[in-house]
């Protein structure tokens, strides 16, 4: 499903949920209703035959076939009722199921932009627990408005038809109990709103919790974060209770109203029976209809309730269906120079500036002017925040940058701006190794695939320039070893080359490793330089960027930039950087000194 046209989004959530979902199922829908009729239509023919039977064994008639039609109108209501619930309930669930494939859909295309501005244990919450109001919303929901309707329309009519004058004594109890109630339904949409907001907050705290368990364990922290638990559970608490207060005061008031209308058809319709007005029949008859009430009145009161909760979780639900994906692609989206596979394209970079959308106050690069020639290896270095990942994110375009900042140049010279290059197809030739690998609690082999079923053959290729094999010779089942949760079976630096791994499996135009190799001693270290340079020069070879704190892990790049405070502040080749005075060359001496330092040691006899 794309996004909603601005008309649908003005809507009343259920309206446009109905408009947008429950299209497909209109003849299910149509069934169910023209069954409910019927239902309702038998329900309230009983109470005059029954009202007909009275008057008869009044007469000394026989009442024979007044039961006997009772009988059997009862049995074609339980059956007719059961087909009504199943053409309602089933479109309930297969919107559910619509509802919650176009959310995923939605949070596979969105951008890290809305992920920086939006708390995950709430994302959650709304693609699970409130996409349960969706079910009920078109299933039980969908059900009670015909329901109710009909019911309420058929009884009221038959009551008309016996008497108008009784009729207009014992609606003004259940009038007056509606008016009550849409007061309290009010404050109950509003309590459920911010119910739904605290369940997404205490989601996100429970999350968080998880995610950062050792760090609980190793700094003796329980105690700390079960009081953070407990106070916002107990905001969740008190709100949940309130819900309920506010249904068990509300919706008994329809059944009071209804006890009440009984009340005055015998104070007031007595007499007219006395008078002969109405017949003993129709008085049983009225009696009859308003006890058929009781249930619609019931169920008015749960559909009331569903409406408004199932209107506060829509909200939220439709917010993040409608929420904008950050792809400022012009509306013909120019080709990726260099579209032959396997060939690097290079970046022209001028005066791009840049500050993440959540901070906006906060410049991470300034003015920044770059040329990376095709198929070549760059280095990025510089210290800690600045802003080294920054503009790899921004060449992967996990953000964009401003317009106009980046150009990608393919092997022929022809250039292209990087934000009017379609986002898939630009994503589609780039192999991104994160500086914080993720590995989802599956096999190493899937890990690294990302694919059903990944190519075992190419998996063990990348796992060996990766530097991998030993290691799964000692795990239990080697690539079929599942990782557990972010990869807890796995040690920093197995992750690390696992993440690798799955870069170089993408056989990609563009490499970009975002420190990955922090982890790994120097011997691994100088193996995956290697490989990551070894297609260098070649008709072939990807653009690779590689972001590291080590020297060592860039020193034989074609090209280093150095970064400090958001700003080039030197490049070049490693020779002609160590040659001058600056950043570069202090942290080559220091790092040269520690490396030097423990192989003396042993020399020594001190190690």
């Given amino acids: 499903m794309t996004d909603g046209p601005p008309d649908r989004r003005a809507l009343h959530p259920i309206l446009r949920l109905a408009l947008d979902y429950g299209r497909p199922y209109r003849w299910s829908y149509a069934l169910g209703a023209l069954a409910l009729l019927l239902t309702n239509w038998l329900t309230v023919r009983i109470p005059v035959v029954v009202g007909q039977g009275v008057d008869a064994l009044r007469d000394g008639a026989p009442v024979g076939r007044s039961a006997l039609l009772v009988a059997g109108m009862g049995i074609v209501v339980m059956v007719v009722r059961t087909a009504s619930r199943v053409w309602f309930f089933n479109p309930g669930r297969d919107v559910e199921y619509d509802v919650r494939r176009d959310i995923f859909d939605k949070l596979m295309r969105l951008q890290p932009e809305f992920y920086a501005r939006h708390k995950r244990g709430d994302i959650i919450s709304r693609a699970s627990n409130d996409i349960t109001w969706a079910r009920l919303a078109m299933g039980f929901g969908a059900l009670a408005v015909f329901n109710i309707t009909s019911g309420l329309v058929l009884s009221g009519g038959q009551m008309v038809l016996i008497s108008p004058r009784l009729t207009a004594f014992v609606v003004v109890p259940l009038v007056l109990s509606l008016v009550i109630v849409r007061f309290f339904i009010q404050m109950l949409l509003e309590t459920q709103r911010e119910y739904q907001s605290e369940t997404g907050l205490l989601s996100d705290q429970v999350l968080g919790s998880l995610q950062g368990m050792a760090t609980i364990h190793g700094f003796v922290a329980e105690e700390a974060f079960i009081d953070r638990f407990e106070a916002r559970n107990e905001r969740v608490y008190a709100l949940s209770m309130k819900l309920a207060w506010l249904r068990s005061v509300a919706f008994p008031l329809l059944i009071l ?307 400090d405070e958001g700003r080039v502040v030197d490049q070049g080749r490693h020779d002609a950087l160590i040659a001058r005075p600056g950043l570069y060359r202090d942290t080559w001496r220091v790092q040269s000194e520690r490396k030097a330092a423990p192989a003396a040691d042993v020399q020594g006899g001190v190690a």
């Fill in 257 to 563: 109203g209804g006890g009440l209308s009984l009340t005055l058809l015998l104070a007031v319709g007595g007499p007219m029976a006395l008078r002969g007005e109405v017949s003993v029949g129709d008085l049983a008859a009225f009696a009859t209809l308003l006890a058929t009430l009781g249930g619609p009145l019931r169920s008015l009161g749960w559909m009331l309730s569903i409406i408004q909760q199932s209107r506060a979780a829509l909200e939220r639900i439709f917010e993040l269906l409608d929420a904008p994906v950050a792809r400022p692609e012009r509306a013909l989206p120019a080709p990726a120079p260099s579209p032959s596979p396997g060939c690097g394209p290079g970046f022209q970079v001028r005066g791009l500036t840049f500050a993440y959308p959540d901070e906006p106050d906060r410049t991470v690069l300034h003015d920044v002017d770059l040329d990376i020639a095709p198929g070549s290896v760059v280095g990025l270095f510089g210290r800690t925040g600045s802003g080294k990942s920054t503009l790899v994110r921004l060449l992967a375009r996990q953000f964009n940058p401003p317009e106009g900042a980046v150009q990608v140049v393919g092997r022929d010279g022809a250039t292209a701006e990087l934000t009017a290059l379609e986002l898939d197809d630009w994503r589609a030739r780039l192999a991104v190794v994160p500086q914080r690998p993720f590995l989802f609690s599956d096999s190493i082999a899937a890990n690294i695939g990302l694919e059903d079923p990944p190519d075992l053959d190419r998996v063990r290729t990348v796992t060996d320039r990766a530097a991998l094999t030993a290691d799964l010779e000692s795990l239990p089942d080697g690539l079929e070893t599942v990782v557990g949760e972010r990869g807890i079976m796995l040690s920093g630096g197995q992750r690390q080359r696992t993440a690798l791994a799955r870069g170089l499996y993408r056989e990609a135009d563009v490499v970009m490793l975002d420190d990955v190799l922090s982890a790994v001693d120097h011997e691994t270290e100088a193996r995956l330089v290697e490989t990551l340079t070894r297609l260098r020069g070649t008709e072939r070879a990807p653009t690779t960027l590689i972001v590291s704190h080590r020297l060592s892990a860039i020193r034989h790049a074609d090209l280093i930039v150095v970064l």
